[in-house]
């Protein structure tokens, strides 16, 4: 299974960027995926995640109300909407996907994972 990451970039606060996280060797349709995210010198921290229904979707309070995850069954991809930005979300945003159907918080329950996409966020 790979993912691949990609959207991330340079923006001013209150702007938005949307990520993108293309899946092979299995289908978002059956795979929860989460995204995450680290700063430097901080511990790598849930973002978002997506049941693999479709259904159900869990977002760390820091982002509620402006982030939102998303799929395309069709492209097989992820995404990450991110509005009203700000330098605190600065960080790198990493894909990841397990295959139980059960939507989880932390790292180790995810088995695949991205290489990571910079956002930079200035003020």
């Known amino acids: 299974v790979q993912l691949v990451a990609s959207g991330g970039g340079l923006v001013q606060a209150g702007e938005s960027l949307r990520l993108s996280c293309a899946v092979s060797g299995r289908t978002v349709s059956t795979t929860t995926m989460g995204w995450f995210r680290q700063a430097p010198g901080k511990e790598r921290e849930f973002v978002a995640a997506l049941g693999s229904s479709g259904l159900i979707t869990i977002y760390a309070d820091s982002v509620k109300g402006r982030f939102t995850i998303s799929r395309d069954n069709a492209k097989n991809t992820v995404y990450l909407q991110m509005d009203t930005l700000g330098p605190e979300d600065t960080a790198g945003y990493y894909c990841?996907?397990?295959?139980?159907?059960?939507?989880?918080?932390?790292?180790?329950?995810?088995?695949?994972w991205g290489q990571g996409t910079q956002v930079t966020v200035s003020s």
């Open positions: 990841a996907g397990r295959r139980f159907v059960d939507v989880r918080e932390t790292t180790k329950e995810y088995e695949f």
